[in-house]
């Protein structure tokens, strides 16, 4: 796997001496994760993340005392959670609790290598995309992009598309990720004027080139028109 410029704090969980242990081995291999800690209950991972700021958990679930999914409940979505657990039957409500990943032990080298991919892909989206903080004047946003804040006109956006918890924001000359969805987006005041064309896209007005009977022209990219859109787009753009 390549190694990443920016690395990830993570802590493992486990009240098993030999599970922790192995644990650490195989997260180890993976340079883009840096071992902030390794606690053997809940309550000392706890006391310990409000020094220290932590990007994924591993975490055991069946634990004496506070549970590796009461910890979760306890923490919320904010953090990277994938659960390690000799108990498959945890499946479910581990997942419901919005984890990344569930793995079962004893660790299968293939099966971690798997997860480690997913994590890695998700953290480097989530580092790149935050929600824009920002505006100016009516016309122009802030996005947060790595440790730097980019401002952009909210004239020149193109269109926007949904990528499930995230909208990329086109313009001319780049793409961005913001850590919203497109359903929220459009709620803000400062994107008026955009009209949802698709469940996974909307358009900035002004850039309309063309309609056509299953996609629209926009700025010359063309995009997919659905079906319960149509109406209001012929209303708006006749």
Known sequence: MQQLST??????????????????VYVKRHPFLNIAGIYSSAEQALEAMEKTNIDVLFLDIDMPGLSGLEMRRKLGND???????????????????????FLVNPLQKERFEAAMLRLEAYLELKNKASLFEASIGGDSIFIKEGHEQVKIKLHD???????????????????????????NLLQ????????????????????????????????????PIGRSYKDSLEKLFS
């Open 157 to 183: 956006i193109i269109y926007l598309e949904a990528l499930k918890e995230y909208t990329r924001i086109v313009t001319a000359d780049k793409k961005f990720c913001v850590l919203t969805m497109l359903g």
């Open 79 to 101: 953090f990277a959670c994938i659960f390690i657990t000799s108990y498959p039957d945890y499946a479910v409500e581990s997942f419901e609790l919005a984890a990344l990943d």
């Open 188 to 223: 803000e005041t400062n994107f008026k004027s955009f009209t949802r064309i698709h469940r996974s896209y909307a358009v900035q007005n002004h850039f309309v080139n063309k309609i056509t009977a299953k996609e629209i022209l926009v700025n010359d990219f063309p995009l």
């Open 7 to 24: 690395v990830y704090s993570a802590i493992i969980v486990d009240d098993n001496d030999i599970d922790r242990l192995t644990t650490q």
